[in-house]
């Protein structure tokens, strides 16, 4: 089982519309959890971090977080075809400074 | 300030030859990292650095070695290039401030192996 698990997509979601991302982690006793975007030929860039149950929202993003489930995800609301982008889910394992990724989910905003 | 450099950004190798990626960060960051990514893949942690003089193996070690020169730098070895090794490979560094404490990026060194 790898240890944070996404699903690769496209996903596809029309304009204004809330794109839904999901991620899995293996490690119950991981501490911290980040949304990272890359764009095509760039470096990932961070969106969100969290790191109690629950939601923490910015701007047009939410995260949430369930530590019961193992399980987080990331809602963008009013989507914009800026959005258009590979979204990097890293988790940090307990009491480790290593931070391990999934493999990412593509999604795609239509018009 | 600079934040996270790599070099070189393109190399082309042939089966069996070696080299160093160098990494290098002027954030006074404690933790440095090595990834790598394949085409429509995340990245993959090859080795990180929690503190100078220290590192550990992550998910995928094999075929390489690191060297964490001082807090600044963090280098990648090849020391016999495989087909298999070429990818996209990214640096970075963490300051450990915490929890929430966010990886900053270099832009990568796209490598091929012939």
């Known amino acids: 089982q790898k240890e944070v698990e996404q699903n690769s997509g496209p996903l596809s979601v029309p304009e204004g519309a809330i794109a839904s991302l999901n991620c899995t982690y293996s490690?119950?006793?991981?501490?911290?959890f980040f949304w990272y975007r890359q764009y095509s030929g760039k470096s990932p860039e961070l969106i969100m971090f969290?790191?109690?149950?629950g939601d923490k929202e910015d701007g047009r993003f939410t995260a949430q977080l369930n530590k019961a489930s193992q399980y987080v995800s990331l809602l963008i609301r009013d989507s914009q075809p800026s959005d258009s982008a590979t979204y990097l889910c890293?988790?940090?394992?307990?009491?480790?400074?290593?931070?391990?990724f999934g493999s990412g989910t593509r999604l795609s905003i239509r018009p | 300030n600079a934040g996270v450099t790599q070099t070189p950004k393109f190399q082309v190798l042939k089966t069996g030859q070696s080299m160093t990626l160098q990494c290098a960060q002027d954030?006074?960051?404690?933790?440095m990292y090595w990834y790598r990514q394949d085409p429509g893949m995340g990245l993959r942690l090859i080795y990180y650095?929690?503190?100078?003089?220290?590192?550990d193996k992550g998910e995928v070690p094999n075929g390489y070695n690191v060297s964490r020169l001082n807090k600044r730098e963090f280098s990648l070895r090849l020391e016999s290039a495989a087909p298999s090794q070429t990818s996209v490979y990214f640096c970075?560094?963490?300051?450990?401030?915490?929890?929430?404490?966010?990886?900053?990026f270099g832009p990568g060194t796209r490598l091929t192996v012939l």
């Open positions: 954030m006074n960051h404690n933790s």
């Open positions: 970075a560094s963490r300051p450990d401030r915490g929890e929430a404490s966010e990886q900053f």
């Open positions: 890293a988790v940090r394992p307990s009491s480790a400074s290593k931070i391990i």
């Open positions: 490690d119950r006793g991981s501490q911290s």
């Open positions: 650095s929690a503190s100078e003089g220290t590192t």
């Open positions: 969290i790191y109690s149950n």
